[in-house]
């Protein structure tokens, strides 16, 4: 278990539909990332929230949106959903920035019909 | 393309040998970190290792980094079953929009009882 919990574990939903993936940190740490996870594009970067600011950007489309809160936890807004979406998303902390290990939770899956 | 790329994609060996996966990148780096994923689930972070190191052990785990050759190591000695995974090493890597970690897109191992 890394300390890291994502909810919900399973999400499926049809085309143009609206989401919202969670996502609660290790205890202390300050940094959230998202990741998606799909067959054909591997293992994406989305982006990273440091205390709560937009600290590094990725290959996150303009019909997603994140953000990341006072309690540190964060979340994933999917909009206008496409079939393309369909992949695992998974959160990641850790204490600081990139010289430091991330904890990745269990993933959300996500199956857009 | 990814910033790091794993060597063989696929590796299936006996129980009791050695495996061993390579990783090649592309720009310069502060640190390269391995990972761990089984079928489906969260990565685990294995090691890190920063640009100043040339090897680093952790258990069974043994990484080397040749910063010329832009290339990493893993070997995973006295392989059992439950080493079968796959396994992806991340680069940091400065975009446009920040630092993030770039993943290759993994080695699968398939340790044979």
């Known amino acids: 278990d890394s300390g890291v919990t994502q909810t919900p574990k399973h999400l499926i939903t049809a085309t143009g539909q609206r989401v919202t993936l969670r996502c609660s940190p290790r205890?202390?740490?300050?940094?959230v990332y998202w990741y998606q996870q799909s067959l054909d594009q591997g293992l994406q970067f989305l982006i990273q929230y440091y205390n709560g600011e937009e600290r590094a950007k990725g290959n996150i489309l303009e019909r997603f949106s994140a953000q990341q809160f006072p309690d540190l936890h964060s979340e994933l807004n999917l909009s206008s959903l496409e079939l393309g979406d369909s992949a695992l998303y998974f959160c990641a902390s850790s204490v600081g920035g990139l010289s430091y290990e991330q904890y990745f939770g269990p993933g959300t899956r996500l199956t857009v019909t | 393309s990814q910033q790091g790329e794993e060597d063989p994609q696929a590796l299936s060996i006996q129980e009791g040998e050695n495996a061993t996966m390579n990783c090649s990148y592309k720009?310069?780096?502060?640190?390269l970190q391995w990972y761990r994923q089984n079928s489906g689930r969260g990565l685990v972070h294995l090691i890190l290792?920063?640009?100043?190191?040339r090897e680093k052990h952790s258990g069974r785990l043994r990484v080397t980094l040749d910063t010329s050759k832009k290339s990493s190591s893993l070997l995973i000695t006295a392989s059992r079953a439950a080493d079968t995974a796959s396994y992806f090493c991340?680069?940091?890597?400065?975009?446009?929009?920040?630092?993030?970690?770039?993943f290759g897109e993994g080695t699968q191992l398939t340790v044979n009882p």
């Open positions: 991340a680069t940091d890597a400065r975009g446009v929009s920040g630092s993030r970690l770039t």
């Open positions: 205890s202390g740490d300050l940094s």
């Open positions: 720009t310069s780096i502060n640190n």
């Open positions: 290792i920063r640009s100043n190191e």
